[in-house]
């Protein structure tokens, strides 16, 4: 019931800022809570950050606190990851999902973007 395509990555300097966009179509998008998802070549999927349906409560991994949040226009069926002060360590494909429940495990998530390359250089 739900399509969702990420937007916004790119090639960047270590320091700089990205923001990524997660589009949804779906009349049915308010309602779903929207997980970020990253993954490094060689490494497993970690969660990024979240944000419950009415945009009320966001959560983040460690590794992001402080440096990325996530937000979301449920008028333009649109969440966002913005992300700042991009380490190399960052560097993945980032991955928008949504689900029914809001949290940080993948299998809460039944929608899925294509995903988007974040390269940051040192």
């Known amino acids: 019931q739900v399509q969702l395509v990420e937007s916004g990555g790119g090639l960047v300097q270590a320091g700089a800022s990205l923001r990524l966009s997660c589009a949804a179509s779906?009349?049915?998008?308010?309602?779903?809570?929207v997980g970020w998802f990253r993954q490094a070549p060689g490494k497993e999927r970690e969660f990024v950050a979240a944000i419950s349906s009415s945009g009320g409560r966001t959560d983040s991994t460690d590794s992001v606190k402080g440096r990325f949040t996530s937000s979301r226009d449920n008028a333009k069926n649109t969440v966002y990851l913005q992300m700042n002060s991009l380490k190399p360590e960052d560097t993945a494909v980032y991955y928008c999902?949504?689900?029914?429940?809001?949290?940080?495990?993948?299998?809460?998530?039944?929608?899925w973007g294509q995903g988007t390359q974040v390269t940051v250089s040192s």
């Open positions: 779906g009349r049915t998008f308010s309602s779903y809570a």
């Open positions: 999902a949504a689900g029914v429940v809001f949290g940080r495990r993948a299998n809460h998530y039944h929608y």
